[in-house]
Antibody
Framework: EVQLVQSGAEVKKPGESLRISCRVSGYSFINYWIGWVRQMPGKGLEWMGIVYPGDSDGRYSPSFQGQVTMSVDRSINTAYLQWRSLQASDTAMYYC??????????????WGQGTSVTVSS | DIQLTQSPFSLSASVGDRVTITCRASQNIDNYLNWYQQKPGRAPKLLIYAASSLQSGVPSRFRGSGSGTEFTLTISRLQPEDLATYYCQKSYNVPYTFGQGTKLEIK
């Protein structure tokens, strides 16, 4: 069974750093891109980017390029999303998802449960 | 970047109704369009991929159509459990942007 399990809720202060995780199981981690999606409170889904665990290749949305870093640890089948200096506007739910590409179409097929990040002084 | 615009922003319908949600792309994206359902407090769920292919396990009352710049998601015979927000997403090229969402309420 494919599973993506995300780390728990975080409460941070502006300027602090943070890394959240997405641990996968039930499939070969290195063979599928992992996507990250932001959902600010009461708002819609925002595609942040994808990372390929096989070689750590990352593709970022222009809106998030330079704001966050996606990474992986192949030894523990885990993907990460990292901030160097959080801002209040980073308060949101963050989802990871496994991306499947077939027939030229790519979809976010399996999702984690989400990690809530609250940034407040 | 290619933008996706969904309409309506929200709608209210009765059980048994037929509901249609539209997603328009600012440029041709062929059939590289997916639909997701997000129920309150839950992670999104894939419904339709490649504009019209039904994801395994999704009820057949959900149907996707369209190509190029205009796409529709149709729910025939609306059920109470269809209360959710629906998002389109393009997978033509990176970034794989989402539409702004359509909130469906059950009367």
């Amino acid at each position: 069974e494919v599973q993506l399990v995300q780390s728990g809720a975080e409460v941070k202060k502006p300027g602090e750093s943070l890394r959240i995780s997405c641990r996968v199981s039930g499939y070969s981690f290195i063979n599928y891109w992992i996507g990250w999606v932001r959902q600010m409170p009461g708002k819609g889904l925002e595609w942040m980017g994808i990372v390929y665990p096989g070689d750590s290749d990352g593709r970022y949305s222009p809106s998030f390029q330079g704001q966050v870093t996606m990474s992986v640890d192949r030894s523990i089948n885990t993907a990460y999303l990292q901030w160097r200096s959080l801002q209040a506007s980073d308060t949101a739910m963050y989802y990871c998802a496994r991306q499947y590409c077939g027939g030229g179409s790519c979809v976010l097929e399996f999702w984690g449960q989400g990690t809530s990040v609250t940034v407040s002084s | 970047d290619i933008q996706l615009t969904q309409s309506p922003f929200s709608l209210s319908a009765s059980v048994g109704d037929r509901v249609t949600i539209t997603c328009r792309a600012s440029q041709n994206i062929d059939n590289y369009l997916n639909w997701y359902q997000q129920k309150p407090g839950r992670a999104p769920k894939l419904l339709i991929y490649a504009a019209s292919s039904l994801q395994s396990g999704v009820p057949s009352r959900f149907r996707g159509s369209g190509s190029g710049t205009e796409f529709t998601l149709t729910i025939s015979r609306l059920q109470p459990e269809d209360l959710a927000t629906y998002y389109c997403q393009k997978s033509y090229n990176v970034p794989y942007t989402f539409g702004q969402g359509t909130k469906l309420e059950i009367k």
